[in-house]
């Protein structure tokens, strides 16, 4: 019998764990990624539930784990220096019942490309410019990509895993769930953010963060500054912009808005290496996530944006179901594509409610936001109350039906 064969399109953390998932249920795979090498450019995440489980049903955790790194508190601190509000770690991993760690993204990908190993075929600088969904179940209507080169691949079926600008969702006949417009942004809810991420190396700064991640306490945008152990420092920073496409110039305006936060922001912010990762913040809103022989996965489906705080864990927990519902349904790709969206996707519209409703927690656009903000995280810190301020802020991850349901 002949292997069937699966195209994933994007190297990132959704299509990484499809493809070792579905390479180990006997796939013969091969991932198409437009960049020249594994990313580099990025920020510091927490990594936690739904996804934590997932990667340990892969056997993709230890591999995930051997970059992560445990903070004892988070502090937000004033443009002086001074503490106005902190969060005990310890009650953050007792909200999440100790499945919690903290991560870089580009090290997200690295763990995951070293679990699938030489399983799939990975080929690097794979510019899609073309793409067939393929017919179900008509065996002579493979689904069909084109690569700027020339190159074709067909195969039974196709994984479009590339992310909040996907090239997949827009060659797919899916509907952008009732949102008005023709272009690629027809697919996006903008949140009116602007978000810069990077590292640098600084082990004097290193040394001074410990243990602790430095959080501004401030409107309108935010920094944050985490430690690692070989002395590098990760930025994160955040910021209000009402326009989803700035050019050069307001970019660059809108970094400066960090300045002035704090001396160790200012610090940071001298350290700006030439591959910052920088995007707007923004939401996928699709109507149908699968047509065909191809289906959607992760940010290209349902991005949820860095304020919900959950995109990566639900990028691998959405890649272990969506195999796992086609082992179980014997790969016929209807029925696993319809029963797989019908359990995920209120999970992810949940957390996506959740993403829109901390904006004014993460970015306070006003003082009294600052202050209630101040309060909740208060609240964190205690044992009867944290997990359900933390559910509060981050929303549930598990839906109570369905293949995910425990």
């Not at 002949?2 to 190297?11: D, E, P, S, V, W």
């Not at 073309?130 to 002579?140: Q, V, W």
């Not at 936001?369 to 301020?389: D, E, I, P």
């Amino acid at each position: 019998m002949r292997q069937m064969r699966a195209l994933i399109i994007g190297a990132g953390i959704a299509g990484l764990a499809a493809a070792g998932a579905l390479a180990r249920d006997g796939w013969e795979t091969t991932v198409l990624e437009q960049a020249s090498g594994p990313r580099t450019a990025g920020y510091m995440i927490d990594f936690f539930e739904p996804g934590f489980t997932a990667a340990q049903s892969l056997g993709a955790l230890s591999n995930l784990r051997e970059y992560g790194q445990f903070y004892t508190r988070a502090r937000y601190v004033d443009a002086t220096g001074q503490t106005r509000a902190q969060l005990s770690m310890d009650s953050f991993l007792n909200a999440a019942g100790g499945k919690f760690f903290s991560i870089l993204r580009p090290d997200i990908e690295r763990g995951l490309r070293e679990w699938v190993g030489h399983s799939t075929d990975i080929v690097q600088g794979a510019k899609v410019v073309s793409l067939d969904p393929g017919r179900y179940p008509d065996s002579g209507a493979p689904a069909r990509v084109t690569l700027q080169d020339g190159r074709e691949f067909g195969a039974e079926l196709l994984i479009g895993a590339d992310g909040i600008h996907s090239t997949v969702r827009s060659c797919l006949p899916v509907s952008a769930g009732g949102r008005q417009g023709t272009g690629p942004d027809r697919f996006l809810r903008h949140l009116g953010f602007h978000v810069f991420g990077y590292v640098f190396s600084d082990a004097a700064l290193a040394a001074r963060l410990g243990a602790e991640v430095l959080l501004t306490d401030s409107l309108t945008r935010q920094a944050g500054l985490y430690a690692l152990p070989d002395g590098r420092v990760t930025f994160f920073g955040i910021v209000a912009c009402n326009d989803p496409a700035p050019d050069t110039a307001m970019r660059e305006d809108l970094f400066t808005r960090f300045r002035g936060l704090g001396p160790l922001v200012d610090q940071a912010l001298e350290r700006r290496p030439a591959d910052m990762y920088e995007d707007f913040v923004a939401q996928s809103v699709v109507g149908l996530w699968h047509h065909g022989r191809s289906i959607l996965l992760g940010d290209a489906a349902y991005a949820v944006s860095p304020l919900a705080g959950q995109g990566a864990s639900l990028a691998v927990a959405g890649a272990e179901l969506l195999t796992r519902t086609l082992r179980e349904r014997d790969n016929d790709l209807s029925t696993a594509f319809a029963d797989y969206e019908a359990a995920w996707r209120p999970v992810v519209e949940e957390q996506q409610a959740a993403g829109r409703r901390n904006t004014r927690f993460f970015v306070p656009p006003n003082r009294t936001s600052l202050l209630l903000r101040r309060g909740a995280l208060h609240l964190m810190n205690l044992r009867g109350l944290n997990a359900f301020m933390a559910r509060r802020a981050f929303g549930s991850v598990l839906p109570t039906q369905g293949p995910w349901a425990p």
